[in-house]
T-cell receptor, first 111, second 115 residues
Framework: EPEVTQTPSHQVTQMGQEVILRCVPISNHLYFYWYRQILGQKVEFLVSFYNNEISEKSEIFDDQFSVERPDGSNFTLKIRSTKLEDSAMYFC?????????FGNGTRLTVT | GDSVTQMEGPVTLSEEAFLTINCTYTATGYPSLFWYVQYPGEGLQLLLKATKADDKGSNKGFEATYRKETTSFHLEKGSVQVSDSAVYFCALTAPFTGGGNKLTFGTGTQLKVEL
């Protein structure tokens, strides 16, 4: 069964650094999402992306965050200047007509 | 806004015990309802779903019925196994959001099944 793949599985970065989290959605899917889960807390919606533009974003998704689909297969989340509170598991998801399929996540640790 | 409320965990059961994880929701209109499961070290997997009132979603022995009158979608399983140990998330997508049907999650309920 096709799956959403995310890389890296774990990234450690220093506060203030830029990070790019990468995702390869399922190939025939059209809607793409990023969610995050701070340790011990609920999974929170960050942003949805369709037809090469953001279709919805949450309050969390401020100017420090951006998303791109640079080459028709990858879907990236960039955090320009990381803060300690950005430490979380970041999940990419995609869907066609079906419900969301999630990747295994990237654990981001900001020190 | 839309929200999902789940019972607090962890829930600890013996193998073959009956499981209920409560979930209630608040949403405008008629949302679709989902249960996702997260096994240790893994991502979220769709367990089951229901898209309209009185629908019953089922998978791997788990069931949940969409109850509009009580705005609930409780997860049940008649006989749990150690391999069911995971975190279970109740979620909804609200209609007509215009944003590609984002999911709103509950806080998750950890289930531990012991021999």
């Amino acid at each position: 069964e096709p799956e959403v793949t995310q890389t890296p599985s774990h990234q450690v970065t220093q506060m203030g650094q830029e990070v790019i989290l990468r995702c390869v959605p399922i190939s025939n899917h059209l809607y793409f999402y990023w969610y995050r889960q701070i340790l011990g807390q609920k999974v929170e919606f960050l942003v949805s992306f369709y037809n090469n533009e953001i279709s919805e974003k949450s309050e969390i998704f401020d100017d420090q965050f951006s998303v791109e689909r640079p080459d028709g297969s990858n879907f990236t989340l960039k955090i320009r200047s990381t803060k300690l509170e950005d430490s979380a598991m970041y999940f990419c998801a995609s869907r066609g007509v079906s419900p969301l399929h999630f990747g295994n996540g990237t654990r981001l640790t900001v020190t | 806004g839309d929200s999902v409320t789940q019972m607090e965990g962890p829930v600890t059961l013996s193998e073959e015990a009956f499981l209920t994880i409560n979930c209630t929701y608040t949403a405008t209109g008629y949302p679709s309802l989902f249960w996702y499961v997260q096994y240790p070290g893994e991502g979220l997997q769709l367990l089951l779903k229901a898209t309209k009132a009185d629908d019953k979603g089922s998978n791997k022995g788990f069931e949940a019925t969409y109850r509009k009158e009580t705005t609930s979608f409780h997860l049940e399983k008649g006989s749990v196994q150690v391999s069911d140990s995971a975190v279970y998330f109740c979620a909804l997508t609200a209609p007509f959001t215009g944003g590609g049907n984002k999911l709103t999650f509950g806080t998750g309920t950890q289930l531990k099944v012991e021999l």
